[in-house]
């Protein structure tokens, strides 16, 4: 952890109370004692630094002070066709690491049915993988999931309500076009970036992207799978609104 993340529940004034991983990490992995001091972030607001006030082997309390700015919401959110559950399970933490804003899973044609009955997306079992992926890259700002059953639906009906004013790119692997090619000089917006299975888009969802905005970008000649081309596209775009 380079960061140690605390809930707002978890602050009582200025004091926070660890028991769990994180009490043992500050304990095993930074060996803290009492007048060390670690970073630490609220989850969705500041980061800071705390002052390790006590510790035994049960618990370990901090002092916490915030800093005044929390650190900005990230600017790419991610429209995904669902993967396999093992792979779904190894990207949470990435997602939450390389910086989404909103995360929204959807079916489609090249989607298996019984992907979406997977304890893989229980917020139990995700919830921890993002927090873990934010601990890791210093960040605090929760991405917010969804999860469709529907395609259609989603992308006819829902795409103004839960990504206003985004910049809709599709990923294509015949796409020429790059992520530098699509967003324009000064550009201050947001980002939706829609990935598709392994099979990739069907020429009806492409159609069906293609009416409510979408252009394709391509990352080259390369087949990836989805979790490679959806680390690959995010750090993309990241670096892309760094520089326009």
Known sequence: MNLILIEPHELAG????????????????????PG????VGLLDGPRGVATITALDDELIELRCAWEQESPPAPRVDLLLALPRPKVMRRLWAQLAALGTGRLALTNAAKVERNYFDTHVLEEATYRPLLLEGLQQAQDTRLPLVSIHRQLKPLVEDRLDELFPHTLRLLADPAARETMHDRIPAGFAGRLLLAVGPEGGWTAFEHDLFARQGFVGIGLGPR?????????????TAHAALANV
């Open 223 to 235: 087949t990836l799978r989805t979790d490679t081309a959806c680390v690959a596209l995010l750090a």
């Open 14 to 33: 200025d004091l926070a109370t660890l028991r769990d991983r994180r009490a043992t990490h500050i304990r095993q992995v930074l060996r803290g004692q």
């Open 36 to 39: 060390a001091t670690v970073r």
